[in-house]
């Protein structure tokens, strides 16, 4: 427990109370004179405010020298109270750091509260530049007020140099003065989000591409840019010139960014001049994932295109919710880069390329998570066709999940003894399988029962696997038909 003085206002019944206080409380005779000298000169001050106003005016510059005083000897005294005042500067700056771990531009909370305590903490929150990194800059309709984007670029300033954490949200009409915001800033932008909805699909783009394409983006490590509906990009160059401008980027999610050629026309353009290759980039995710797993036969977009001009070579997660390349086209990505990948999650659309899964696997051998979203051009059949191919690939594949509008039609019993392959005939057995049904509950009672799908004996070998160590899910995502 400790006191703490306040040392912009204290009043005469706060110095009455501390003299109440037992002298044990405090643990030198500093404390107990700095009481003293406190008592002492707000009687002076206090005297001295009741003098006649010619008398105060004459005064003034003494008056301001034992108010000066006055807070010198409470600051002194809340230094030796307080456990804070007790640290280093460096370990108090790091506190309020892991206390404003999530900043909000609310005045109660971190960090902002901190400026209204007292000189001390406003002092170390002004001169902790990591506290004023984080920002969730909220756009409106109308244009944002400029006193709000003062705020906004106040807030920013106090970061300095350091790397800026900037999320920019909103239905807007983008003005001028939030381009400016970004410009001034970008840098060192560190990681920026971009969720934008604007009052048509080609103008969030254009929104988009109005802060994207203004780069570079020096030090730029994450970009996360999606919208509620579409957002489109006119061409693949957009694509290249918005990652071009921000070579040591090391994840990027473009989850709703597409290219509708029904909008804009055939695909005319020439490829870019030159591939671009970013050494850094560790995790790509491409496509409305969401969107993707909830209509399992969506053709939207075209974002696999721009992996024909990229190079990864440090890619370990990569996620395709639309995938229009032909197979040759992504084994050549995928040779060409070489990278570690560890997670890959893509929709299979393509008979032939489900026919070539083997081959395109075989450069990837580190790969221990694989997603398949099945589309209904892929058969059952052909699914466990391509599972049981890959005898031999991905030799480390820990977990397999696969999403399907339901499981009718799936021989079950084929699927039982390739999960038994896996788990019995590779050095790295697998460790986890998922097949989710993409149907809720309530079509899943009206589709069958359990039982009427997999029947009594694939039951029996289903939870045979689980009991052996096999984390197993069938069935909707909220119901295992297994258990």
């Known amino acids: 427990m400790y006191l703490y003085i306040d040392t912009v206002s204290s009043t005469r019944t706060d110095m009455a109370l501390l003299c109440l206080l037992p002298l044990q409380c405090f ?17 002076t001050i206090e005297a001295r405010e009741q003098l006649p106003l010619d008398l105060q005016e004459r005064n003034r510059d003494d008056l301001s020298d034992l108010e000066a005083q006055r807070s010198n000897a409470r600051t002194q005294l809340n230094s030796l109270l307080d456990p804070m005042a007790r640290l280093p500067l460096e370990i108090q700056s790091q506190i309020f750091c892991d206390v404003a771990s999530q900043p909000t531009p609310d005045p109660q ?14 002092a170390i929150a002004l001169n902790t530049p990591e506290l004023w990194t984080h920002l969730e800059i909220r756009l409106h309709p109308s244009g944002s007020k400029a006193d709000y984007l003062d705020f906004c670029k106040n807030w920013i ?11 920019l949200h909103g239905v807007v009409r983008l003005d001028a003065k939030t381009q400016e915001l970004v410009t001034c800033h970008q840098h060192h932008l560190g990681h920026l989000t971009l969720e934008l909805s604007g009052y048509s699909f080609a103008e969030e783009g254009l929104m988009t591409r109005t802060i994207l394409l203004q780069g570079p983006f020096p030090v730029l490590k994450t970009l996360d840019v999606r919208s509620h509906g579409r957002l489109l990009l006119k061409t ?9 401008a921000a ?5 990027c999610s473009l989850e709703n960014m597409i290219i509708d050629w029904h909008i804009f026309g055939s695909f005319a353009e020439a490829p870019p001049t030159q591939p671009l290759i970013l050494p850094c980039l560790q995790s790509l995710r491409l496509g409305n994932t969401q969107h993707a797993l909830h209509d399992l036969d969506t053709t939207d977009g075209a974002t696999a295109l721009i992996l024909r001009y990229l190079t990864l070579p440090a890619l370990h997660t990569l996620h395709l919710t639309v995938f229009d390349l032909i197979d040759a086209e992504f084994t050549a990505f995928l040779m060409r880069s070489s990278p570690p990948l560890r997670s890959l999650s893509m929709i299979v659309s393509s008979p032939l390329f489900m026919e070539a899964m083997r081959g395109i696997l ?5 790969v221990i998570s694989l997603q398949l979203i099945k589309t209904s051009v892929i058969s059952p059949e052909m699914l466990l066709r391509v599972l049981e191919s890959l005898d031999g690939v991905l030799p480390v594949l820990h977990t397999l999940t696969i999403y399907m509008r339901w499981g009718w039609g799936l021989n079950f019993g084929r699927l039982a003894r390739f999960l038994h392959t896996r788990r ?9 399988f998922r097949l989710y049904f993409a149907v809720d509950n309530a079509e899943m009672e009206y589709v069958g029962t ?14 045979q696997l689980a009991e052996d160590g096999l984390e197993m899910h069938v069935g909707p995502r909220g119901r295992n038909l297994l258990f």
């Open 362 to 366: 075989q450069p990837v051998p580190t």
């Open 424 to 432: 019995t005939g590779q050095e790295v057995p697998l460790a986890v």
């Open 236 to 244: 693949l160059n957009d694509w290249i010139d918005l990652l071009r």
């Open 247 to 251: 070579p040591q980027l090391e994840m």
């Open 109 to 122: 909370q971190p960090p902002l509260i901190f400026l209204n305590i007292c000189r001390l903490w406003r």
């Open 450 to 463: 359990d039982r009427d799908m997999l029947g009594e004996d694939i039951l029996a070998a289903f939870r």
């Open 157 to 167: 300033g106090r970061a300095g140099s350091w790397p800026l954490s900037l999320t």
């Open 27 to 43: 643990q030198t005779m500093t404390v107990v004179k700095l009481l003293e000298d406190i008592r002492r000169l707000t009687d």
